[in-house]
């Protein structure tokens, strides 16, 4: 009698647990997915930006665009390998 109550507690907390942690899961998949969309659009428009490249043959402007666009590109790189491991 009492083992099957201590089972049915622990089957209550496991299913509690379980559940729990899915919902989190969820979560950071739904913000992964914006933050890799947001990441996208920022570089398209960086991208439309300078479609005449303008900024780029600029020296000082050039190299703090070059070095943005560098960081966008990392960023996107991480996440498109971050979504393909798993």
Not at 46 to 57: A, C, K, P, Q, Y
Not at 59 to 64: F, M, N, P, Q, R
Not at 78 to 86: A, F, H, M, P, V
């Amino acid at each position: 009698m009492i083992i099957e109550i201590v089972l049915g507690l622990v089957i209550l907390v496991e299913s509690y647990v379980i559940w729990n942690l899915m919902r989190k899961t969820e979560l950071l998949e739904t913000w992964v997915e914006n933050f890799t969309d947001r990441v996208n659009k920022v570089q398209q428009e960086l991208s439309e930006i300078d479609s005449t490249g303008h900024f780029e043959s600029d020296d000082e402007v050039g190299s703090i665009f070059t070095s943005i666009k560098e960081v966008i590109n990392d960023l996107n790189n991480n996440t498109e390998q971050e979504l393909i491991s798993e």
